[in-house]
């Protein structure tokens, strides 16, 4: 009876550990952004629950673990947050940081539930195996118009908003899909070959359990791989090959074959090698031609990251104020007038540095970069150590490699589903370091109430934040149908709940524009321009000082939306008419000549409207001129 109970409550607990990684699932279309706060709110709901569990599970006798470099390193990096959050004046950063602290306490509680017993690692192995199943399937789904797109830019992006994150997802479980769909096969063949020896029954059982998860794993792998080229990820695909050729090299003892090449046939071996160089270089440049433009503007947004992170070396701009950062940096760079008329071409306001490395150095410093790598190298140290102990960890560190492979291409730990992922992989490599010993031990029980009090604190405040998110699709309908002085006065309402999302800040401020309230506007406008880098912001406080006749502070943030993103013609459509009011015929017919002279990235129809207008405009002064001349004479 004792068993049969134990053994019911351990599937209880598996079933809430599971809800927590199912977070990736979770959509909810009724709410704005409903595809990443849903999920905000399902982990904000189910972390906690995990964390009674493992204050639960850290009161048995058997509980103990040993604090290596890797949980040490994230304490440091805990409580370097924590201090930040505390010290930290900027909403928008504290939202952030919040969020961050609630994913590494996350690291811990996995820990927790992976010393249920041996096979628990495991279950988690095919936990992640079945969660890229499902999103196959919704991908196939979204490619064959069975079920909607999260965006409508994009065909294909599974649950997420976007493709990348959907290609890194599947591409980082790869390699658990291969490495278990031939382990499997192995096991399957010599199981078949054993069967006499066994009882009929036993074998049909195992036989069966096996072809259930090989399926599962099998067609896993399979649709991955057909999928992932839809995606158009290429990060992904890098990512997908690096961990598959991790798992092949160790399963198939790749490395011993090389060496044993090596000393029969040394020429036979740098053929190889040369090869191999040879063949990866083509992929590499054949994967950069495929979309150049993407890939400069991605080396572009690098080498201004670079420039924002002189500015602040040490520290860093803070956890969540890349954006704006980046924008402050990308304006000084195109107004110093050192960029090429390619780089203005390819500018753009990313959101992410396309480079978690370089993000996180640019927010954290060269602090918090080291921190980051200190902790990617000793998982990859305990990782390898832990192979010979438990081989099966092979697949976790073979999936963590593709995380950093993605991560120097993309943004995965921006988004939520993601890094929940790379806390469960730095888990899965370091379960053979959770020790049940009692001597050289740290109890660990007041840690953990510790955590779940610092969860309890960050999320508690955050219930009242769905209702809010609920009642701006309200207003936001109001806004859309412009009846401003409604939803303004809605948004004001929301405005205490809100003020940390730079999106809503973005339509509160024009909304208050839109109604003569300049100097409101123009403040809220501001706190907007703290969370995120889009002209657009400047443009709108441009035109609110231009309203109120202070014609040189509108000239300063329509020069500043302009720089922002240089191939952007409303900027300076803006000016030109802003001169004219300032009654600079010459300044204004010079910025039309710019707006006509101007290429554009998207030939849209709001492009060639601007630029009909602007050739009015610039005829107008022209005939102007003319008369003036005449006039004179």
Not at 328 to 333: F, H
Not at 503 to 522: C, I, P, Q, R, V
Request: aromatic residues 14%; glycine residues 6%; proline residues 3%.
């Amino acid at each position: 009876m004792i068993k049969v109970i134990h053994k019911w409550s351990t599937y209880a607990i598996f079933m809430i550990f599971f809800l927590l990684t199912a977070t990736v699932l979770i959509i909810d279309t009724k709410i704005i952004h409903g595809v990443s706060v849903a999920k905000q709110f399902w982990f904000f709901t189910f972390l906690p629950v995990t964390g009674i569990i493992a204050c639960m599970l850290t009161l048995r006798k058997s509980f103990y673990f040993a604090w290596n470099h890797i949980t040490n390193l994230n304490m440091i990096v805990m409580t370097v947050v924590i201090t930040g959050i505390y010290l930290s004046t900027n909403t928008h950063e504290v939202m952030k940081t919040g969020t961050l602290l609630l994913v590494i306490t996350s690291y811990f509680y996995f820990l927790a539930f992976f010393q249920l017993n041996k096979t628990t690692d495991i279950t988690f192995h095919f936990t992640l195996i079945a969660l890229a199943f499902i999103e196959v399937i919704w991908g196939y789904c979204q490619l064959y118009a069975y079920l909607p797109s999260q965006n409508s830019r994009f065909g294909l992006t599974g649950s997420f908003d976007n493709p990348g994150p959907y290609a890194a997802f599947l591409a980082i479980i790869m390699p658990f899909s291969l490495y278990w769909t031939i382990q499997l096969i192995q096991k399957l063949r010599a199981i078949v070959r054993q069967k006499g020896r066994k009882g009929k029954t036993e074998a049909d059982n195992e036989i069966a359990t096996i072809v259930l998860l090989l399926f599962l794993s099998g067609s896993t792998l399979i649709g991955t791989i057909t999928i992932l080229p839809a995606t158009m990820a290429r990060s992904a695909w890098l990512a997908g090959m690096a961990g598959s050729c991790i798992v092949l090299f160790y399963l198939f003892k790749i490395k011993e074959k090389l060496q044993k090449l090596h000393k029969q046939h040394p020429k036979g071996y740098l053929i190889v090698f040369i090869s191999f160089i040879l063949m990866l270089s083509i992929a590499c440049y054949g994967i950069y031609r495929l979309k150049k433009d993407s890939a400069d503007g991605r080396l572009l947004v690098w080498k201004i990251s670079l420039s924002s992170l002189k500015e602040h070396p040490l520290t860093g701009v803070g956890i969540g104020n890349f954006p704006a950062a980046y924008g402050e940096a990308q304006a000084n760079y195109f107004m110093q007038g050192n960029s090429s008329p390619r780089e203005k071409w390819l500018a753009d306001i990313p959101e992410y540095g396309f480079n978690e490395f370089l993000q996180i150095a640019v927010e954290g410093g060269i602090i918090g970069i080291v921190l980051f790598l200190i902790l990617l190298c000793s998982t990859l140290w305990y990782g390898l150590r832990n192979i010979r102990h438990n081989p099966h960890t092979v697949a976790p560190l073979a999936a963590f490699t593709a995380f950093g492979f993605v991560s120097f291409f993309s943004y995965p730990l921006s988004t939520l589903a993601l890094a929940i992922l790379f806390t469960l992989l730095l888990a899965l490599c370091n379960t053979s370091q959770v020790q049940v010993s009692s001597r050289g031990k740290l109890h660990p029980v007041f840690i953990y109430l510790l955590f779940l009090g610092v969860n309890i604190g960050i999320i508690y405040p955050k219930y009242q934040t769905r209702q809010a998110y609920a009642q701006w699709a309200q207003a936001q309908k109001y806004y859309d149908m412009k009846i401003f002085a409604t939803a303004a006065e809605s948004y004001e309402a929301l405005y205490p709940i809100l003020k940390v999302y730079p999106d809503f800040l973005f339509e509160y401020g024009d909304a208050l524009s839109k109604t003569g309230h300049w100097d409101k506007g123009n403040r809220i406008l501001s706190e907007a321009a703290r969370g995120m880098a889009d002209p657009m912001i400047y443009n709108l406080i441009g035109k609110n000082y231009q309203a109120k006749k202070q014609f040189h502070r509108a000239e300063y943030y329509f020069l500043k939306a302009h720089y922002l993103v240089p191939n952007r013609l409303y900027p300076l459509f803006l000016l030109a008419h802003l001169y004219q009011e300032m009654e600079l015929p010459e300044k204004a017919f010079q910025t039309a000549q710019q707006v006509i002279n101007a290429d554009v990235k998207i030939n849209s129809t709001a492009t060639k409207e601007i630029k009909f207008k602007m050739k009015q405009l610039a005829k107008n002064i022209q005939e102007s001129s003319f008369l003036t001349g005449v006039s004179h004479q």
